[in-house]
């Protein structure tokens, strides 16, 4: 199972410009796998606040997070919505849920075990790669033609 959850984290993390909502709906378990990593920038063991939560959610979606068409505000209102991340009646103090609300439980365990953003990246670099070899056979095949 752990494979099919990094394969998943795998196909959305090469995406560019998904909406959460259109993600929820249209392919569940990228929209868990991605919910389930971003909730792993929140701290478990200690509480944070709403302004660290909002920076540790900027810097997920700069990196690991790029591929989602949303902001920090935005991201953490899902997270808290889901169950993924709560926060006191007072909206002080943020925590990742411990553990995980059961849809997203096995996402957020495979991914807490492997360095996500690293996969992220080397997914992204893959297809560059891809891209750049396609690209090159194609002109290569233009210039061939008279």
């Given at each position: ?6 394969g998943a984290w795998r196909r959305v ?68 919505d889901l169950g993924l991340v709560v ?28 360095d996500a953003g690293r996969i992220a ?26």
């Amino acid at each position: 199972m752990a494979d099919d959850i990094l394969g998943a984290w795998r196909r959305v993390a090469v995406k560019r410009g998904v909406g959460l909502a259109a993600l929820m709906h249209s392919r569940h378990e990228e929209f868990a796998v991605a919910l389930a990593a971003a909730s792993l920038a929140i701290p478990a063991s200690a509480a944070s606040t709403e302004r660290d939560v909002n920076r540790r959610l900027g810097d997920w979606l700069a990196g690991p997070g790029a591929m989602l068409a949303t902001d920090h505000v935005e991201l953490r209102r899902w997270l808290v919505d889901l169950g993924l991340v709560v926060r006191d009646d007072w909206g002080r103090e943020y925590r990742r849920a411990a553990p995980a609300p059961a849809a997203y439980s096995e996402a957020a365990t495979a991914l807490a075990a492997v360095d996500a953003g690293r996969i992220a990246v080397e997914a992204r670099e893959a297809l560059a790669r891809t891209r750049a070899e396609r690209r090159a056979l194609h002109e290569a095949r233009a210039s061939d033609r008279p």
